[in-house]
């Protein structure tokens, strides 16, 4: 059984930075794709990047790509995302995900790719 958990969130401003952590309890971690997912107010969920077990090739969407960084360490089962540049739409609960998966695929974007959830940590972007 795979549990995850985020930690990491907070309030910053605008060009600020943070870093999530997302611990992962379970086995085989390095056969896991790893995806962050975010909820801002009022929208739905929303894939923000993900890296398969290499830690090569992760995958960002548009809105933070060059902005955050997405990684991993097999040897503690925990993935990071590092978030640069902080705009205050970043606002939001960000999940962790997980499923098993060797390399990315086009679905690896999409919630329902992922059967393995953390509850989430807020991150607040104001002036």
């Known amino acids: 059984q795979v549990q995850l958990k985020e930690s990491g969130g907070g309030l910053v401003h605008p060009g600020d930075s943070l870093r999530l952590s997302c611990d992962f309890e379970g086995s085989a971690f390095s056969t896991y794709i790893i995806a962050w997912f975010r909820q801002r107010p009022g929208k739905e969920r929303e894939f923000v990047s993900a890296?398969?077990?290499?830690?090569?090739?992760?995958q960002y969407v548009d809105a933070v790509n060059g902005r955050f960084t997405i990684s991993r360490e097999n040897s503690v089962k925990i993935s990071y995302l590092q978030m640069d540049s902080l705009k205050p739409e970043d606002t939001a609960v960000y999940f962790c995900?997980?499923?098993?998966?060797?390399?990315?695929?086009?679905?690896?974007?999409?919630?329902?790719?992922?059967?393995?959830w953390g509850h989430g940590t807020q991150v607040t972007v104001s002036s």
């Open positions: 995900a997980a499923g098993v998966g060797y390399r990315l695929y086009p679905n690896s974007i999409r919630t329902g790719a992922y059967p393995n």
């Open positions: 890296v398969a077990g290499s830690g090569r090739d992760p």
